[in-house]
């Protein structure tokens, strides 16, 4: 399986911190934020990572990460010169892909939990993940039935059917880069990544597992404060880089 880590974006909800820097560059307790979606990887055996950024801070990253010999890992950089949405990650990296299955972790999101397992274990279709949090409007939203079979997914919905979040952590077979070509923009003129979730939902191949540990999108000042408190109380013993 091969890896994405993706690190682009304007930081602006983060301002005046990313002005002169990446979100993902930015310290997260002793190490930079985008080390922890980068443990979240290396600790499932994944080495082949593509990580996608800006072109402003190309150089950043470069000279923070270099080619990834320094974690036994190699690494590959692609630029995405504007966000249009996380769906756009798997059509910039087709050519790394070339038709294996993938994980792909946001840069600026932090688990407590470890999920190698559930990496390691995955063979084909899609796999998600959900957690119960107090602002799921926030988030892409899964809604599940009396018997835990999912009913639906919603990107960002105003009325969230349930407070079941879907983090940024996201694992697909071979058929990512395709399914994410085949995703129309919406309303707010993104590829929205739901829209892959639901391509699989549809047909019986998506599956959804829910988590207990912490989870940060750390994208705003008090989530950044709350990875921050993360990584020093309960991630410094869990950690390989």
Do not use: C
């Not at 077979?173 to 739901?194: C, F, Q």
């Amino acid at each position: 399986m091969k890896g994405i880590i993706l690190s682009g974006g304007s930081g602006t909800r983060l301002r005046p911190l990313t002005k002169m820097t990446s979100k993902q560059l930015l310290p997260v307790y002793n190490r930079p934020m985008i080390y922890y979606p980068l443990n979240t990887l290396l600790k499932a055996g994944i080495t082949d990572i593509l990580i996608i950024i800006a072109p402003e801070h190309a150089g950043n990253y470069l000279n923070l990460l270099g080619s990834g010999k320094e974690f036994g890992a190699r690494f590959t950089y692609e630029i995405q010169d504007e966000p249009r949405g996380l769906a756009e990650a798997f059509i910039i990296g087709e050519s790394f892909l070339d038709g294996e299955n993938v994980a792909m972790i946001l840069g600026d999101n932090i688990f407590e939990d470890d999920f190698t397992e559930d990496i390691t274990s995955f063979r084909s279709g899609g796999r998600i993940f959900a957690k119960q949090v107090p602002d799921p409007e926030r988030f892409g939203v899964v809604t599940f039935d009396s018997d835990g079979r999912v009913t639906s997914i919603e990107e960002k919905p105003t009325e969230p059917q349930s407070n079941y979040a879907i983090p940024g952590l996201y694992i697909f077979d071979g058929r990512a880069a395709e399914v994410a070509k085949s995703v129309t923009p919406s309303a707010r003129g993104e590829l929205e990544i739901t829209e892959m979730h639901n391509y699989y939902l549809q047909r019986g191949e998506l599956d959804v597992k829910t988590f207990e540990g912490a989870w940060v999108d750390a994208g705003t000042f008090d989530s950044l404060l709350s990875a921050q408190q993360l990584a020093k109380e309960k991630l410094q013993d869990k950690l390989i880089v």
